[in-house]
């Protein structure tokens, strides 16, 4: 699958069709890099990795892919097609932030709730306290809690205009 042109536009993404032409677009020293991936594709080539241990656990294994020999975790890259993906860093959840009430009001020091306050998604404390059970943990409950939350400031709102 090709990667969208405007990741190369915006600077997301670079190709090249050698390891230093590669190293050259990413901004990385040139000779480390290539010195580099050559050491990895004689890993991969012999199928053990002597710096990471890839491919030693049979938990590695098992999210390798197997089509991949002798090491499913890796595989000797082709140097006529590179690609590179700037990575950073993001937010998947907190397991902390502020405690809120079933209306998503944000509740103070003694458990009561601030009336005019709301806080959702990882701003909020999750539902699921200091564990995260897997993926929806986060925007299933932020998504509610935004509905709840805008039901909830609607309501006021009326409630402030009726006097
Ligand atoms: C790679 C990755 C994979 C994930 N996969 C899953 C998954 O499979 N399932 C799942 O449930 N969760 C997943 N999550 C977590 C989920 O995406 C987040 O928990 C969720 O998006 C948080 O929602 P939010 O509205 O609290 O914050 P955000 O989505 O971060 O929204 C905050 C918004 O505020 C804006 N903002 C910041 N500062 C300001 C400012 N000063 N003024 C105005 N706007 C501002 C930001 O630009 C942003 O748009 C994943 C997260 C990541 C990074």
Same mark, same amino acid.
């Given at each position: 699958?090709?990667?969208?042109?405007?990741?190369?536009? @915006?600077?997301?993404?670079?190709? %090249?069709?050698?390891?230093?032409?590669? %190293? *050259?677009?990413? +901004?990385? &020293?040139?000779?480390?890099?290539? &010195?580099?991936?050559?050491?990895?594709?004689?890993?991969? /080539?012999?199928?053990?990795?002597? @710096?990471?241990?890839?491919? @030693?656990?049979?938990?590695?294994?098992?999210? !390798? &892919?197997?089509?991949?020999?002798?090491?499913?975790?890796?595989?000797?890259?082709?140097? *006529?097609?590179?690609?590179?993906?700037?990575?950073?860093?993001?937010?998947?959840?907190?397991?902390?932030?502020? *405690? /809120?009430?079933?209306?998503?009001?944000?509740?103070?020091?003694? +458990?009561? =709730?601030?009336?005019?306050?709301?806080?959702?998604?990882? /701003?909020? %404390?999750?539902?699921?306290?200091?564990?995260?059970?897997? $993926? !929806?943990? /986060?925007? !299933?409950?932020?998504?509610? +809690?935004?509905?709840? =939350?805008? &039901?909830? $400031?609607?309501?006021? %709102?009326?409630?402030?205009? *009726?006097?």
């Amino acid at each position: 699958m090709p990667l969208p042109k405007a990741w190369y536009e @915006q600077g997301i993404a670079v190709n %090249a069709t050698s390891w230093k032409a590669l %190293a *050259r677009k990413m +901004g990385v &020293d040139e000779t480390s890099f290539s &010195d580099e991936a050559a050491r990895f594709a004689e890993a991969a /080539t012999a199928g053990v990795d002597e @710096q990471f241990m890839r491919g @030693q656990s049979a938990y590695d294994r098992y999210y !390798g &892919d197997p089509t991949i020999s002798p090491n499913p975790n890796l595989r000797a890259l082709d140097p *006529r097609r590179l690609y590179a993906v700037k990575i950073v860093l993001s937010d998947l959840g907190t397991c902390g932030g502020l *405690r /809120t009430d079933e209306r998503s009001r944000v509740l103070d020091a003694e +458990g009561n =709730a601030i009336d005019g306050l709301y806080a959702i998604g990882n /701003t909020a %404390a999750n539902l699921f306290g200091t564990r995260y059970p897997g $993926a !929806g943990g /986060t925007i !299933g409950p932020g998504l509610v +809690g935004g509905y709840v =939350a805008a &039901d909830d $400031a609607a309501e006021r %709102a009326r409630r402030i205009e *009726r006097g």
